[in-house]
T-cell receptor, first 114, second 113 residues
Framework: DADVTQTPRNRITKTGKRIMLECSQT?????MYWYRQDPGLGLQLIYY???????NKGEISDGYSVSRQAQAKFSLSLESAIPNQTALYFC?????????????FGPGTRLTVL | GENVEQHPSTLSVQEGDSAVIKCTYS??????FPWYKQELGKRPQLIID?????GEKKDQRIAVTLNKTAKHFSLHITETQPEDSAVYFC????????????FGTGTRLKVLA
């Protein structure tokens, strides 16, 4: 969905480096999410935010931090990257209103930590 | 803790045959169960979902069934086509967060021509 964008799309970095992944959306959704995808492990929730002042930890938040700079922007940071953070990272958004709304995913960022 | 188990991890079927993927969830209060399809190199996209107040939902060749008592739900794809080849993820919303999901580990479906 072109309405959810992620930058960069690919990144190679070294152990110990700080890195930021950015997500922007033009869908006007309040809720935003960061997931990590590893082969055989599905999609694991790192952090989520239901509005600009709301930040919540997901299943695997250790080693990560996030910032919700505006309704449309949600960034994920790795303060000191380590090799086991090598993975495919997805941002997603969903609308407010009744339980269980569809989540719209960005194109993903492939991160390699050497 | 909250958990969603998905089986099988890989599934190969002949074109035209049916495919069934099964998921089991642990939180009896979960009330929304989406299925996502992820083609190679692409983002996951919703293909069908079901809420706990219905037992079955169908959309053309795709259907989902839900058994709340047993806490499991299944994706059924009939008359499979090569373009159905992808990874499929089930998910459920845990009681602790209505608007977030716990995903299954995925099923890689291969439709053989």
């Amino acid at each position: 969905d072109a309405d959810v964008t992620q930058t960069p799309r690919n990144r190679i970095t070294k152990t110990g480096k700080r890195i930021m992944l950015e997500c922007s959306q033009t869908k006007g959704h309040d809720r935003m999410y960061w997931y990590r995808q590893d082969p055989g492990l599905g999609l694991q929730l790192i952090y989520y935010s239901f509005d600009v002042k709301d930040i919540n930890k997901g299943e695997i938040s250790d080693g990560y931090s996030v910032s919700r700079q505006a309704q449309a922007k949600f960034s994920l940071s790795l303060e000191s990257a380590i090799p086991n953070q090598t993975a495919l990272y997805f941002c997603a958004t969903s609308d407010t209103g009744g339980a269980g709304n569809e989540q719209f995913f960005g194109p993903g960022t492939r991160l390699t930590v050497l | 803790g909250e958990n969603v188990e998905q089986h099988p991890s890989t599934l190969s079927v002949q074109e035209g045959d049916s495919a069934v993927i099964k998921c089991t969830y642990s939180d009896s209060a979960s009330n929304y169960f989406p299925w996502y399809k992820q083609e190679l190199g692409k983002r996951p996209q919703l293909i069908i979902d079901i809420r706990s107040n219905v037992g079955e939902k169908k959309d053309q060749r795709i259907a989902v069934t839900l058994n709340k008592t047993a806490k499991h739900f299944s994706l059924h794809i009939t008359e499979t086509q090569p373009e159905d080849s992808a990874v499929y993820f089930c998910a459920a919303n845990p009681t602790s967060g209505t608007y977030k999901y716990i995903f299954g580990t995925g099923t890689r479906l291969k439709v053989l021509a």
